[in-house]
């Protein structure tokens, strides 16, 4: 069964550097996203990725932030100078569409960013 | 934005009990999705239901869209059920992120 993959599972970084924050959507998916979960609270909603550009993003996603969509692949998240506060799981998830009816997000097994 | 509430937000079972888990939501939805977060933070796609009923196993779960609401089902409850249950909305109309509820924690004890 196609499954989104991420990479790498765990991540330990000082504060103030670059990390990169890689996914493997499902192949025929269309949408993408990237959620975040600090730890012991919810899943929020970071940015959404359609036909290589942002279609919606958070309040989070701030100019730290940006995502691309390298090659036919891999989608990618990346911060910039990441802060503390930047700790937490990170999921990648795609769906074949983007509202309407079998929008099912599909998501990965997450990224854990520790800034130390 | 919507509003996504989840009850009980905790819960203790013994094994073998049966247990409804609540989803209410605050405006029309085109999308909902249950979760189970595993010991590892694992997100497991359980339902996409944004309307009627389904079950897989001793899982069912059943979305009254008109309402505003949904509701898990998990029948004779085993340890491995353990775990955060998350239900997650898509605002019709809107674009397609989803709104993710605080989480149901599940303890099973044996």
């Known amino acids: 069964e196609p499954e989104v993959t991420q990479t790498p599972s765990h991540q330990v970084t000082q504060m103030g550097q670059e990390v990169i924050l890689r996914c493997v959507p499902i192949s025929n998916h269309l949408y993408f996203y990237w959620y975040r979960q600090i730890l012991g609270q919810k899943v929020e909603f970071l940015v959404s990725?359609?036909?290589?550009?942002?279609?919606?993003k958070s309040e989070i996603f701030d100019d730290q932030f940006s995502v691309e969509r390298p090659d036919g692949s891999n989608f990618t998240l990346k911060i910039r100078s990441t802060k503390l506060e930047d700790s937490a799981m990170y999921f990648c998830?795609?769906?074949?569409?983007?509202?309407?009816?079998?929008?099912?997000?599909?998501f990965g097994p997450g990224t854990r960013l520790t800034v130390l | 934005g919507i509003q996504v509430e989840q009850s009980p937000p905790d819960l203790i079972l013994q094994e073998g009990a049966n247990s409804t888990l609540r989803c209410n939501f605050s405006?029309?939805?085109?999308?909902l999705q249950w979760f189970h977060q595993n010991p590892w933070g694992q997100l497991i796609n359980l339902f996409y239901?944004?309307?009627g009923t389904k079950q897989n196993g001793r899982l069912s779960a059943t979305t009254v869209a008109t309402e505003r609401y949904s509701l898990l089902y998990i029948s004779s409850s085993q340890t491995t059920d353990s775990g955060v249950y998350f239900c997650?909305?898509?605002?019709?109309?809107?674009?397609?992120?989803?709104?993710f509820g605080k989480g149901i924690t599940l303890s099973v004890r044996p």
């Open positions: 405006d029309s939805v085109n999308n």
């Open positions: 239901i944004p309307s």
């Open positions: 997650a909305v898509g605002e019709t109309g809107a674009n397609s992120k989803l709104t």
């Open positions: 998830a795609s769906s074949e569409i983007g509202g309407g009816k079998y929008n099912e997000q599909f």
């Open positions: 990725f359609y036909n290589n550009e942002i279609s919606e």
